[in-house]
Nanobody, 115 residues
């Protein structure tokens, strides 16, 4: 059974930083692509960043330079380092991966950025 568990969210002032973690059980992040998505109140869920099994990364254009996705294979954990946070980054952040044709999602972690 695949489970993803996010952590690291919280309340931070604008300009601050947070590092989110997503740890997996039942699947190895090193053999699949993993994404971070976010959903702000009243808005659609959007892709934030992705890391492939080979370690290549890509980001939403608006977030390049502020957010960094990384992976620790030994810990089977994917991270999202978020710097220079803005109030508009406030959202629930979700970790997502795929095995075969099935998508798996974590429960999300709330990030709130105060102005």
């Amino acid at each position: 059974q695949v489970q993803l568990l996010e952590s690291g969210g919280g309340l931070v002032q604008a300009g601050g930083s947070l590092k989110l973690s997503c740890v997996a059980s039942g699947i190895w992040f090193s053999i699949t692509a993993t994404c971070w998505h976010r959903q702000a109140p009243g808005k659609q869920r959007e892709l934030v960043a992705r890391i492939t099994s080979g370690g290549s990364t890509d980001y939403a254009d608006s977030l390049k330079g502020r957010f960094t996705i990384s992976r620790d294979n030994a810990k089977n954990t994917v991270y999202l380092q978020m710097n220079s946070l803005k109030p508009e980054d406030t959202a629930v952040y979700y970790c997502n991966t795929r095995s075969g044709t099935k998508d798996y999602w974590g429960q999300g972690t709330q990030v709130t950025v105060s102005s």
